[in-house]
T-cell receptor, first 113, second 115 residues
Framework: DAGVIQSPRHEVTEMGQEVTLRCKPI?????LFWYRQTMMRGLELLIY????????DSGMPEDRFSAKMPNASFSTLKIQPSEPRDSAVYFC???????????FGPGTRLLVL | AQTVTQSQPEMSVQEAETVTLSCTYD???????LFWYKQPPSRQMILVIR??????QNATENRFSVNFQKAAKSFSLKISDSQLGDTAMYFC????????????FGTGTRLTIIP
């Protein structure tokens, strides 16, 4: 398997622009997670899905952030409008059963100018 | 709420030596999962080792082993015969066994292996 795939790997945008991050989980994995990594806050969960249904979105910072999972093989994280404080590395991860290891994608490094 | 604490921001050790990274956590649950992830400069998050809290036996993976002390809520990682490729950030993480699958991470320990 190719592992968790994320795109783009790097994104540079200007404040106010819409940003869309994409993730393809490992085939057969029922759980998908979005994490954000910053120097100030470390690694924190934004949202996770089970069987395409959002389960816990308590980590989503505010209404500017939204996430969708239209099918088992694709998820998006959208920021609209983007702000400089959104600059971070965004990771997608997946696993196949409760309690099993989460496998991470390579991350998307976002820089908002 | 779950919390994970890594009290060593940075460590360094000579190649081939043994090093132990500390992690403590706080949870009211009896069953849960603990993980160590490695993040090299490439930023990829790589699983090092996984421990199920209901198992008393400490997990091992080749040169990596843990010392799991459930009563003390301690979960340290021992790296034996350290190699240059072990240079990375190491994150301790906890996962609940009660329906919330999210990982709660510590702040990380930056480990440098000196040639």
């Amino acid at each position: 398997d190719a592992g968790v795939i994320q795109s783009p790997r790097h994104e540079v945008t200007e404040m106010g622009q819409e940003v869309t991050l994409r993730c393809k989980p490992i085939s057969g994995h029922d759980y998908l997670f979005w994490y954000r990594q910053t120097m100030m806050r470390g690694l924190e969960l934004l949202i996770y899905f089970n069987n395409n249904v959002p389960i816990d979105d308590s980590g989503m910072p505010e209404d500017r952030f939204s996430a969708k999972m239209p099918n088992a093989s694709f998820s998006t994280l959208k920021i609209q409008p983007s702000e400089p404080r959104d600059s971070a590395v965004y990771f997608c991860a997946s696993n196949d059963r409760a309690g099993e290891t989460q496998y991470f994608g390579p991350g998307t490094r976002l820089l908002v100018l | 709420a779950q919390t994970v604490t890594q009290s060593q921001p940075e460590m360094s050790v000579q190649e081939a030596e043994t090093v132990t990274l500390s992690c403590t956590y706080d949870t009211s649950e009896n069953n849960y999962y603990l993980f160590w992830y490695k993040q090299p400069p490439s930023r990829q998050m790589i699983l090092v080792i996984r421990q199920e809290a209901y198992k008393q036996q400490n997990a091992t993976e080749n040169r990596f082993s843990v010392n799991f002390q459930k009563a003390a809520k301690s979960f340290s990682l021992k790296i034996s015969d350290s190699q240059l490729g072990d240079t990375a950030m190491y994150f301790c993480a906890q996962q609940s066994n009660f329906g919330n699958e999210k990982l709660t991470f510590g702040t990380g320990t930056r480990l440098t292996i000196i040639p």
